[in-house]
């Protein structure tokens, strides 16, 4: 009864924690050779953020960010022509996500 007790406590916890995330990409720059992410976290627990771009996920680790914290992805070297639309997915390891759709000037 103990295992069943502790095991339906962590998954509250872990549900918790889930719920309370909260964070957005706050700023994209591109250079012509490298895209450039910014994620905000603006929740109240620390998260794990990967972002993907069409087929790309990146990076390979997840990035770390603190609540209330901000943090660059590291840059991505990607290939886009002016006027492309792309769309930004951050998504943490709890399998939430945010979308930012970026116009290449």
Known sequence: ?????EDYAEAVINMTDTISERFIIEHVSYN???LHVWVYNY???DIE??????NVSHPDEWIEIEKEGF???PPLSYTAEKGDE??????????NNVYY???VP
């Open 1 to 5: 009864m103990t295992i069943t007790a």
């Open 32 to 34: 012509g050779t490298y």
């Open 43 to 45: 929740g109240d627990v």
């Open 49 to 54: 953020v990967k972002i993907q771009v069409g």
């Open 71 to 73: 943090a660059e992805v």
């Open 86 to 95: 792309l769309i930004i997915r951050a998504y943490t390891r709890r399998e």
């Open 101 to 103: 759709r970026y116009l």
